[in-house]
């Protein structure tokens, strides 16, 4: 699209840039199952709205020709299938965004992908949609595909829906077949509380996209743009609700200035209004409300802004301002919906970090309570859940936090789970409610402190943490470690993964969700051990570096030592005094580490024991020396 020269020609680019600027804009995706067209309608869209620019144009007539799939025709589906893979295969893989507008309304469209392994990408696109276009071939029907999307498009709080019957001119467009399909997924719909408008179109061709087609004389509602234009937005961008800003940043260009800038998420803020900066429950007033362009008289829902109050109040990133006679709810463990997006099971018991908001603090899920099946909606049982799986969860993070319900607010009720490692994002999480639990249980302040059994007992406590195959050595070595050290007058604790699965948990597996439960529990029990003043030797296979992280980090610093027991595979197989590598060989054991079950060595640990040289006694010596070396074995006057 050329812009001819001249000063007119400016003013006209200017007035367009400042109409799109004020204008409403809908934000909606398209999905559905593979291969039911969802490409080829968003391109049909942005051909019949004039969306296509010159160069764009020029492009897709090369690109057709290419690689397109329609012969001699224009392959409306390359406008959005920007991948080399997607062009290759015919299908669409990550989320492609696009946006266009009419003369009532701007659109953002978010074109996700149909395959299942990349539901992911899906979940991420209907995070931020106020509407979703549904598509169904009308060849195939209501999919297992379809149901699994619907569903998400259910969870992530979308309500404004169309169900794009698709591919009509390979049917003939045929009533009776519309008719059935629609008819299947209202069942579908009522079930998962969705309304919806039906609409029989052919992206390919054109009919009832942007204009009615004269081959569905049958049909009388709105066709695909109309009903884009006329969608209600969502209320709570209309400034719906109590005030809410999460803080971003503390903005402090100068010593004199001490502003706290956000997005205000619901509701409306004027100086003078009395708020609360929670989760510490501090109450100020709202002094001014700053931006780029000058001070503000009032600000509401969607505007970024700078607050500075009256008083100086400890607030900092993470924290949220609220109204302060109607403050969110707070609470540290929750009801979650979870769509797992990693090729990593979600293993309850390990940890994860947990990001809501511009706040990132630990969390671990707890329980799963149930998983969903997406074809027939109906919740089963689950000790994990894997890649593309959707879950309802406890979920338990390790400070309080102000929310709201996801179905009230997105933004105070959405969260992601992120791998603590990588730092790559696991799942999209929705909170559903808090547990009474979290609300009613509180930490009991106790006169006797930890450091005060420690030191009636004459000792520093901590963890000495052996983890190794099994066979490595390390009960051994740990038992004669417990021996020395009760020579010296010692206070200790040994705790031994075979005694510990006989009592406390007896009711655990070896399956990999079990092993993170194991050694979450263990690493509870040390703990209290350690607060009561003894030292804790732990023999465990603990083959996890996450489980291990976390017992380092729950324990604290300087109260843990982990000691890696580094005995070779063969050599530990060689001392199967128990027969358990025998068994794991002939399939009679499953799950086994070392044979069908990995270990993960540590990276960092305080000792490393060669198990194949090294002698049990020289081993325990080397541990007690490394006690003695960080002053774990010296009174200490101080307590």
């Known amino acids: 699209m050329a812009v001819p020269a001249g000063s007119d020609a400016v003013l006209d680019v200017e007035g367009w840039i400042a109409d799109q600027t004020f204008r409403e804009v809908l934000r909606f995706i398209t999905c559905g199952s593979v291969d039911d067209g969802k490409s080829t309608l968003m391109g049909r869209l942005l051909f019949e709205t004039r969306s296509i620019l010159d160069d764009q144009m020029a492009t897709l007539e090369a690109d057709s020709r290419r690689v397109g799939t329609q012969g001699e025709a224009l392959d409306l589906a390359l406008l959005v299938d920007g991948l080399a893979a997607e062009r290759e295969q015919g299908i669409t893989i990550d989320v492609a965004y696009r946006y266009f507008s009419t003369a009532r309304r701007g659109f953002i469209a978010a074109?996700?992908?149909?395959?299942?392994?990349?539901?992911?990408?899906?979940?991420?696109?209907?995070?931020?949609a106020d509407a979703a276009i549904i598509l169904v071939d009308a060849r195939k029907g209501v999919l297992t595909q379809t149901r699994r999307h619907s569903f998400i498009v259910s969870l992530m709080g979308v309500r404004q829906v169309v169900l794009a019957v698709n591919k009509m001119d390979l049917v003939g467009f045929d009533q009776a077949r519309f008719d059935a399909i629609t008819a299947d997924f209202r069942e579908l719909a009522d079930r998962l509380g969705l309304g919806f408008t039906a609409i029989p179109v052919s992206g390919l061709c054109g009919d009832n996209v942007a204009k009615h087609s004269g081959r569905?004389?049958?049909?009388?509602?709105?066709?695909?743009?109309?009903?884009?234009?006329?969608?209600?937005?969502?209320?709570?961008?209309?400034g719906r609700g109590s005030f809410r800003m999460p803080v971003q940043w503390v903005n402090r260009p100068n010593p004199e200035f001490r502003g706290f800038s956000g997005l205000i998420v619901s509701g409306s803020v004027r100086p003078g209004d009395r708020v609360r900066i929670d989760p510490s429950g501090r109450t100020t007033v709202v002094d001014r409300i700053v931006t780029p362009g000058g001070d503000l008289a009032t600000a509401g829902a969607d505007q970024s802004v700078t607050l500075t109050l009256k008083d100086d109040i400890d607030c900092g990133r993470g924290d949220v301002i609220v109204a302060a006679?109607?403050?969110?709810?707070?609470?540290?463990?929750?009801?979650?919906?979870?769509?797992?997006?990693?090729?990593?099971?979600?293993?309850?018991?390990?940890?994860?970090?947990?990001?809501?908001?511009?706040?990132?603090?630990?969390?671990?899920?707890?329980?799963?309570r149930e998983r969903i099946d997406p074809d027939s909606l109906q919740p089963l049982a689950a000790r994990s859940l894997e890649l593309n799986d959707i879950g309802r969860c406890t979920l338990s993070l390790e400070a309080p936090i102000p929310f709201e319900p996801y179905e009230v607010s997105r933004d105070m009720g959405g969260l992601i789970v992120i791998e603590r490692q990588s730092g790559a994002t696991v799942a999209a999480g929705m909170i559903r409610f808090a547990l009474r639990r979290s609300q009613n249980l509180h930490w009991q302040a106790l006169d006797v402190t930890p450091e005060a059994r420690a030191h009636s007992l004459g000792q520093t406590p901590g963890v000495v943490w052996l983890t190794g195959l099994s066979g490595a050595g390390k009960s051994t070595i740990a038992n004669l470690v417990e021996k020395r050290l009760q020579a010296e007058g010692r206070h200790t604790m040994l705790l031994d993964g075979d005694n510990v699965r006989l009592g406390l948990n007896r009711d655990l597996g070896f399956a990999e969700a079990d092993r993170v439960e194991n050694i979450r529990r263990v690493t509870e029990v040390a703990r209290l051990m350690v607060d009561a003043g003894l030292i804790v030797l732990t023999a465990f296979i603990s083959p996890f570096r996450a489980e291990r992280r976390t017992a380092r980090e729950r324990l604290g610093e300087g109260r843990f030592l982990e000691v890696f027991v580094d005995t070779p595979l063969a050599v530990a197989e060689g001392r199967d005094a128990k027969g358990l590598y025998a068994k794991a060989r002939r399939g009679e054991l499953v799950n086994f580490t070392g044979v069908d079950s990995p270990y993960e060595a540590p990276e960092a640990a305080e000792l490393v024991i060669d198990g194949g040289t090294t002698s049990l006694e020289a081993a325990a010596e080397a541990i007690v020396e490394a006690l003695r070396a960080r002053g774990w074995l010296s009174p200490r006057a101080d307590g």
């Open 111 to 128: 074109d996700t992908p149909g395959h299942e392994q990349y539901t992911r990408n899906m979940a991420t696109g209907a995070s931020t």
């Open 216 to 238: 569905t004389p049958w049909y009388e509602g709105p066709t695909l743009l109309e009903w884009l234009e006329t969608a209600p937005l969502d209320l709570e961008r209309a």
């Open 325 to 368: 006679d109607d403050p969110p709810q707070i609470a540290d463990q929750f009801e979650c919906d979870l769509v797992w997006m990693s090729k990593a099971p979600l293993l309850p018991g390990r940890a994860y970090l947990v990001k809501i908001g511009a706040r990132t603090l630990g969390g671990q899920v707890m329980d799963i």
